[in-house]
Nanobody
């Protein structure tokens, strides 16, 4: 299993970024996927969830209406469109897949929201 996040960077408050997660080593289209984020000293928190076919999504209250999770099963890629970014969205963002009791993570991509 390999998950590789990209698309992070420095953005001003109110700006947008789109994160990508390239997946390999498993049948991507068969698994639910999640985005998490983590700041230093805090636990990793789930940001968004998407069902295997893309028809079911769920979001943390803190990002509802601003973030959109999507996937392209033909490209084995997960996305997170982040709009109206706030300084409190600053974190390392990780994509995640759960196989039974085993969690798999990418290396993460840093998102910094600052003027």
């Amino acid at each position: 299993v390999r998950l590789v996040e990209s698309g992070g960077g420095l953005v001003q408050p109110g700006g947008s970024l789109r994160l990508s997660c390239a997946a390999s080593g498993f049948r991507f289209s068969s698994y639910n996927m999640r985005w998490y984020r983590q700041t230093p000293g805090k636990e990793r928190d789930m940001v968004a969830f998407i069902g295997s076919a893309g028809g079911s999504t769920n979001y943390a209250d803190s990002v509802k209406g601003r973030f959109t999770i999507s996937r392209d099963n033909a490209k084995n890629t997960l996305y997170l469109q982040m709009n109206s970014l706030k300084p409190e969205d600053t974190a390392v963002y990780y994509c995640n897949v759960l196989f039974g009791m085993n969690n798999y993570w990418g290396q993460g991509t840093q998102v910094t929201v600052s003027s």
